[in-house]
C-alpha cells in the first residue's frame, strides 16, 4: 500500500506563491512518475504538472506554464509543487498522485494512488 500526504496549501493574494509538498510513504518506488491536480468548485479535476520517474521529463498545463514548477527528492520520498505568481482561479483543491506508468500522463485515470488534497486560494 502507498500513502501520499500533501501539505503547504493556504491563503495567499494574488502574485503571492506557494509551495505545495507530497510525503510519499508505504510500498514505494521510484520508478514511477508523479503528478498533480487540481479540482475547483463545480469544476472536473484537471491536470496541472507531472514529472517522469527520473525527474528528466515534466509537463505543464498551458495555464501554469512558467509559473509552476514540478520537482522530486528522492531520497525524502517527497514530490513539490512549486507555484509562483498566483491567480485567483488558480484557487482550487491541490491533489498529488502517483502514475501506473513511468512518464508523466495528463490522465487521472493513469494515476493509482492519490492524497487527500489540500486547498490552495489566491484573493484578489
Known amino acids: 500500500q502507498v500513502q501520499l500526504v500533501e501539505s503547504g496549501g493556504g491563503l495567499v493574494q494574488a502574485g503571492g506563491s506557494l509551495r505545495l509538498s507530497c510525503a510519499v510513504s508505504?510500498?514505494?518506488?521510484?520508478?514511477?512518475?508523479m503528478g498533480w491536480f487540481r479540482q475547483a468548485p463545480g469544476k472536473e479535476r484537471e491536470f496541472v504538472a507531472g514529472?517522469?520517474?527520473?525527474?528528466?521529463?515534466?509537463d505543464y498545463a498551458d495555464s501554469v506554464k512558467g509559473r509552476f514548477t514540478i520537482s522530486r527528492d528522492n531520497a525524502k520520498n517527497t514530490v513539490y509543487l512549486q507555484m509562483n505568481s498566483l491567480k485567483p482561479e488558480d484557487t482550487a483543491v491541490y491533489y498529488c498522485?502517483?502514475?501506473?506508468?513511468?512518464?508523466?500522463?495528463?490522465?487521472?485515470?493513469?494515476?493509482?494512488?492519490w492524497g487527500q488534497g489540500t486547498q490552495v486560494t489566491a484573493s484578489s
Open positions: 514529472l517522469s520517474w527520473n525527474n528528466i521529463n515534466t
Open positions: 498522485a502517483r502514475s501506473i506508468h513511468g512518464q508523466a500522463s495528463r490522465r487521472w485515470d493513469d494515476y493509482d494512488y
Open positions: 508505504g510500498r514505494t518506488s521510484s520508478r514511477y512518475a
